[in-house]
């Protein structure tokens, strides 16, 4: 199976590179994967390079495609991004926000409706609440309708609600063919919502696989040097580890 993502030998970083001959695949097929890793591992940083913000050494392919070969437009045909901390400098309304982002009103259309935005299309994006203007942000992003999706820490500003609603949405958006990058702090989120998790720690991949797999007592311990324990739901069916506080 070809790979949606590939990365090989990529270093980079800011004044001390954090990625030394760093490699991964993601292979073609939708899915949710989840970065994650202690503040500083790189995990946005890697999805800086994936959108072409910093510079690298290495190669990255998307979809076949090696990333430097890509004009910015052509690029955002292949991926888009959430950012963390993302801004509309510029007093746009909803619907501006997102048609700017769009290639067809189809998509924009389809892109409000999923983030539950459609009474908001005339707002200013300076008049939303942070729950509201991070949604915007996300309906940008899917107006693109790329096949891959990258997202630093998406529903970090989002209430609990917002959340689990937005986590089911990307599980959806998987299901139908995208493939979503997705980085989290939240160990009960990326359980319960990740096709495949993939773990780093200082530049370095640790573990890749699905979340049984990598998100272990020893991979935690060895990662954040925290101890965890496991919660069961009422059905004993679905076990998730947590951190022993």
């Given at each position: 199976m070809a790979d949606i993502l590939c990365i090989e030998h990529l270093n980079g970083g800011y004044d001390t590179p954090i990625f030394q001959d760093f490699s991964l695949r993601i292979p073609q097929g939708g899915r949710l994967v989840t970065l994650l890793g202690p503040n500083g591992s790189g995990k946005s940083t890697l999805l800086k390079f994936l959108y072409r913000q910093l510079p690298y050494r290495g190669n990255i392919?998307?979809?076949?495609?090696?990333?430097s070969s890509l004009r910015q437009r052509e690029l955002a045909r292949h991926l888009c991004l959430v950012p963390q901390n993302g801004r509309i400098d510029y007093d746009f309304t909803v619907g501006e926000a997102v048609r700017m982002a769009s290639f067809s009103p189809?998509?924009?259309?389809?892109?409000l409706q999923l983030c539950h935005l459609e009474g908001k299309e005339q707002t200013s994006v300076q008049e939303l609440s942070g729950g509201e203007f991070q949604?915007?942000?996300?309906?940008?992003?899917?107006?693109?309708?790329?096949?891959?999706?990258?997202?630093?820490?998406?529903?970090?500003?989002?209430?609990?609600?917002?959340?689990?609603?937005?986590?089911?949405l990307f599980?959806?958006?998987?299901?139908?063919?995208?493939?979503?990058?997705?980085v989290l702090h939240d160990l009960l989120l990326a359980q319960v919502y990740s096709d495949e998790v993939v773990l780093i720690q200082k530049g370095k991949l640790v573990s890749q696989g699905k979340p049984e797999v990598v998100l272990t007592p020893e991979h935690l311990s060895q990662v954040y040097g925290v101890e965890t324990q496991e919660l069961a739901d009422s059905s004993g069916r679905l076990r998730l580890l947590c951190p022993r506080w």
């Open positions: 392919w998307v979809d076949g495609i090696n990333l189809d998509d924009t259309r389809t892109a949604r915007t942000l996300i309906a940008r992003a899917l107006a693109q309708a790329s096949p891959l999706m990258l997202l630093d820490e998406p529903v970090s500003s989002l209430d609990i609600a917002q959340q689990i609603g937005m986590m089911r599980k959806r958006l998987a299901h139908e063919g995208k493939t979503l990058v997705c």
